[in-house]
């Protein structure tokens, strides 16, 4: 596998972000994004209210040192929860396992929390592999998709010593 990084996001990194979110197969593994993803200036909005709080932690996911993704760690409901998005590029090497390996080594808050689509088989795999284990199933509308979706949450729990 190829080196894997996390480096903070950049103004520069916003086009590259755009393009890989409006990707028709990633929105539909996806399936809880926004319901246009065409819609830059929603996304640039969207985006400007992630980056200006501090809470929220977003980096780039680089593989030899170019654009592979995004990670992230954000407070929702009072809980933290994790978020990765891999461009398409990069899926199938191992890149958003490394990533969220990553992740997890640079947030402190435990319990993790994280939410994927019951049908992205892909990231269920990368939340296992991290230690996430299944806790509980909801239906959700998932705006991208534009019908409801079974949603799994995941949590990463602290290792009793």
Known sequence: MAHIDLR???DDDLDAVFEMMGDPDAVAMASFTAADPSDRAAFD???ARVRADPANALFVVTERGGFAGTAGAYTSEGEREVTYWIARHAWGRGVATEALRLLISRE??????ARVAAHNAGSIAVLEKNGFAE??????FAAGLG???????FALVPVLE
Not at 108 to 113: A, G, S
Not at 135 to 140: I, L, P
């Open 45 to 47: 909005a969207h985006m």
């Open 135 to 140: 806790v509980s199933r909801s239906v959700g």
């Open 8 to 10: 903070d996001l950049d």
């Open 147 to 153: 019908h409801e979706v079974e949603e799994l949450r």
């Open 108 to 113: 402190p808050t435990r319990p993790l929390f």
